[in-house]
T-cell receptor, first 113, second 114 residues
Framework: DTEVTQTPKHLVMGMTNKKSLKCEQH?????MYWYKQKAKKPPELMFV???????INESVPSRFSPECPNSSLLNLHLHALQPEDSALYLC????????????FGEGSRLTVL | GESVGLHLPTLSVQEGDNSIINCAYS??????FIWYKQESGKGPQFIID?????DKRQGQRVTVLLNKTVKHLSLQIAATQPGDSAVYFC?????????????FGTGTRLTIIP
């Protein structure tokens, strides 16, 4: 299994809703990432988990809350989002933290109304 | 701050021809560079990487060249195919973190003309 699986593929939510994005990999990778990608823009790093511990938070607003329940799962909890948070949210994993070879999922496309 | 940039945002190439995608970087401390391909509706896919102690690295139909003197990186794709149509990003490790903190360039859209 060489896939990173993200659910849901599409999500529409209101500004008062609470929702979660989920990511799963079974490649034994020990680093997992959340990226945000706006249309026609490059991915922007949000969070990095290394060995299930948060190692990088790129000054992301607290309305985004990451969680790594175990080495295969990564969640992104969403609460009180703004319309400008609408974007493609990409999850990625890598075998270890000192490699640039990231395996990306297909992303969750989020629309905030 | 320093960033990775690209010379051309779009590139059209006839099928079967070779293509060259360029990338300029400004952080002289960067020591590791990666090319990613992103097809429509998909996440980025790793293509090839190169470390700063190398000038050239080859993969299957792809070659990455690194010129540290002018801080320039290029991706050459040989004998292009329709499946090569995608957005190509160069990414760099800024050198003061582990390689988990990559900075992506703005991207070049490559279109292969049948």
């Amino acid at each position: 299994d060489t896939e990173v699986t993200q659910t849901p593929k599409h999500l529409v939510m209101g500004m008062t809703n609470k929702k979660s994005l989920k990511c799963e990999q079974h490649m034994g990778h020990r680093a997992m990432y959340w990226y945000k990608q706006k249309a026609k823009k490059p991915p922007e790093l949000m969070f990095v988990y290394s060995y299930e511990k948060l190692s990088i938070n790129e000054s992301v607003p607290s309305r985004f809350s990451p969680e790594c329940p175990n080495s295969s799962l990564l969640n992104l909890h969403l609460h009180a989002l703004q319309p400008e948070d609408s974007a493609l949210y990409l999850c990625a994993s890598s075998l270890r933290e000192n490699t640039g070879e990231l395996f990306f999922g297909e992303g969750s496309r989020l629309t905030v109304l | 701050g320093e960033s990775v940039g690209l010379h051309l945002p779009t590139l059209s190439v006839q099928e079967g021809d070779n293509s060259i995608i360029n990338c300029a970087y400004s952080n002289s401390a960067s020591d590791y560079f990666i090319w990613y391909k992103q097809e429509s509706g998909k996440g980025p896919q790793f293509i090839i990487d190169i470390r700063s102690n190398m000038d050239k690295r080859q993969g299957q139909r792809v070659t990455v060249l690194l010129n540290k003197t002018v801080k320039h990186l290029s991706l050459q794709i040989a004998a292009t195919q329709p499946g090569d149509s995608a957005v190509y990003f160069c990414a760099e490790n800024p050198g003061n973190f582990g390689n988990e903190k990559l900075t992506f360039g703005t991207g070049t859209r490559l279109t292969i003309i049948p």
